[in-house]
């Protein structure tokens, strides 16, 4: 179990303030995977967000979607960094 550094309002307000801005963020797969995406906070939910991931296609017909929750980020198995 990791230590909690924040509480979940917080890490909520914080996801809501980057709704529509670019981020970069970091899963933890599990036995050392960890992936890396590119993409924009599309929608937030009471308990879970949805990232639009960015992709190097031109056909824009079929965008992937993730979604998380919170919990994941508290946890640290998700870690979000907006990009300027």
């Known amino acids: 179990m990791r230590k909690k550094s924040q509480s979940i ?7 809501h303030s980057m709704l529509g801005k670019n981020i970069s963020m970091s899963v933890c797969r599990g036995r050392k995977r960890v992936s890396k995406y590119a993409g924009i906070i599309e929608n937030t939910f009471p308990s879970v967000f949805i990232v ?3 992709t ?4 824009t ?6 979604s998380y929750s919170y ?3 508290l946890c640290g198995d ?3 960094e907006e990009v300027c």
């Open 61 to 66: 017909e079929r965008i992937p979607c993730l």
């Open 78 to 80: 998700v870690q979000i």
């Open 9 to 15: 309002e917080a890490i909520k307000a914080k996801i």
């Open 52 to 54: 639009r991931l960015k």
């Open 71 to 73: 919990n994941d980020v």
């Open 56 to 59: 190097n296609k031109k056909d």
